[in-house]
């Protein structure tokens, strides 16, 4: 198992969604989140004063997949995620120790 | 007693009521989250303890037989003697209550500007000693000096139709005070301090604009042509500044600001209240317009002295005030109205040196007296709140409230 980390923009959830749903995965945790990476913030005035806003806002999508999906479903959310402008994030994989389902108290791969 | 004189004070008296709660509005939009209950609070308990002291000595103080010019005495205490019928001297066709009621939510109004000098930093016993003694002490002889039947600066030939000295630049200046007294926010320069809820500033801007035509067309202390002519020049004057504010932000940063447009209003109103009984439409939408523009400036001033005004109390209110008060001394005439005057362009330049003169007393005063009631009140309690409350914000260290809990 490896959990999926990807930090995207947020118009592109749905159809990361989506897609995910298709390869067979079944549930996922979303958040939202402000961050930057290259991407520069922007300009906000009130008053004549003149603020600059770092933070871009974005949404994380947190993801356990069992290991032999994982590539297949970095790919998806590389394409779908994707719109060529600075800023459409990243993609981390960790390692899962091991994951329990609450209700029933299965373990492993049962539990995703 | 006139029956469509009495609806008309009783109505606009409830206009001005609802102002206080709109700039409540208006300000608490413009903090961050953390103080939003703070601002709004300090806006809506002053409805409280204004409207008690005023019932209690303020009336009398500041409308009450005169003493030497300086002030009402204490023989209206508790309002003894203001009744049903009406006074000989304050709206002779409505009952004296009616005169009484609509002056109180000016007081109440008043004192609730300045707190947009000191937002987001100071305590809240400290805050309301603050105003009860502003109000008894700054507010109380200076409308009797304005308005009241004896009050030197009316016997002096002063117009102030609605409040250009007593209301705004009395509150603009001793803002002024306050913002130096109180020092600069924590981060003031270097964070970011964005207005957290635009969509409420604007609302309470918009409920400020409508509260005014009680504010100004009330003033007339009847239903006649004066206040038609109030109420007009009170929405083209706001309308004109709107419209020069969001012109002049636009070429200066680039893009018109929706905040630019409820300020502007607001400078406008500000501006036009001390002439709008005696001024045209045409001189109301040169009035507001250049409130549009001086205002704006106004604004600007703080980065340039370095003070932390924090809502622009001194920009809006003090500046459109004494800009207010001087273009009555230009525009003014008595062909609008027979009680008034004629300013500078209708023939009469003596009008405007009497303008600056109670523009001038009106600064000195407020400013002198705010220090000194801030000083008593900091030696007593202490104004400002310590660096780890002022972190936390004001609704949970001050009020144990969150502002949205959605």
Known sequence: MKKIEAVIKPFKLDDVKEGLSGLGVQGLTVSEVKGFGRQRGHREVYRGAEYQVDFVSKVKIEVVVATSLVREAVDLIKEKAWTGQIGDGKIFILPVDEAIRIRTGESGQDAI | ?406
């Not at chain 2, 309301?128 to 003694?133: I, K, N, V």
């Not at chain 2, 400002?384 to 002022?390: G, N």
């Open chain 2, 1 to 406: 007693m006139n029956a469509a004189d009495t609806v008309f004070v009783l109505f606009s008296a409830a206009l001005v009521m609802l102002m206080t709660p709109g700039l409540a509005l208006f300000y608490g939009g413009m903090v961050r989250r953390k103080n939003v209950l703070g601002t709004v609070m300090q806006s809506f308990i002053i409805l409280a303890v204004i409207t008690v002291e005023w019932v209690l000595w303020g009336y009398s103080m500041a409308f009450g037989p005169d003493h030497g010019g300086v002030t009402g005495g204490l023989e209206w205490f508790a309002l003894a003697g203001v009744g049903m019928n009406p006074s000989p001297d304050y709206g002779s066709s409505i009952p004296h209550g009616a005169f009484m009621i609509f002056q109180c939510m000016f007081a109440v109004l008043t004192p609730a500007l300045i707190t947009g000098a000191f937002a987001e930093r100071m305590k809240f016993n400290a805050f309301l000693l603050f105003t009860l003694a502003w109000a008894t002490l700054v507010y109380n002889p200076l409308c009797h000096w304005v308005w009241g039947v004896g009050g030197w600066i009316g016997a002096m030939g002063a117009l102030d139709f609605a409040g250009g000295t007593v209301v705004h630049i009395s509150s603009g200046v001793s803002a002024f005070a306050a913002a130096l007294f109180m020092g600069r926010r924590l981060g003031y320069g270097r964070t970011a301090f964005i207005p957290h809820n635009l969509p409420m500033t604007v609302t309470g801007a918009a409920i400020l604009w409508f509260g005014w035509f009680g504010f100004n067309a009330g003033s007339a202390l009847a239903c006649n042509g004066v206040a038609a002519n109030a109420f007009v020049g009170t929405h083209v004057a706001s309308a004109s500044a709107a419209l020069v504010w969001v012109i002049v932000e636009w070429v200066h940063r680039g893009k018109p600001t929706t905040l630019g447009a409820a300020s502007g209003a607001v400078a406008g109103l500000v501006a036009i209240t001390p002439a709008a009984g005696f001024v045209g439409p045409v001189s109301s939408l040169l009035i507001g317009g250049a409130a549009g523009g001086i205002c704006y400036g106004g604004v600007l001033l703080k980065t340039v002295i370095g003070y932390d005004d924090s809502l622009d109390v001194v920009g809006i209110h003090g500046l459109g005030g004494t800009w207010g008060a001087l273009a009555t001394g230009l525009f003014a005439s008595t062909a609008v109205n027979a009680d008034g005057a004629n300013g500078l362009f209708f023939g009469n330049a003596g009008q405007l040196w009497i303008q600056f003169l109670s523009v001038l007393v009106t600064m000195v005063f407020a400013f002198v007296m705010t220090l000194a009631i801030l000083k008593a009140v900091d030696l007593l309690v202490g104004t400002r709140l310590p660096q780890e409350a002022e972190e936390k914000g004001l609704d949970l260290v001050l009020h144990n409230e969150t502002g949205y809990s959605l």
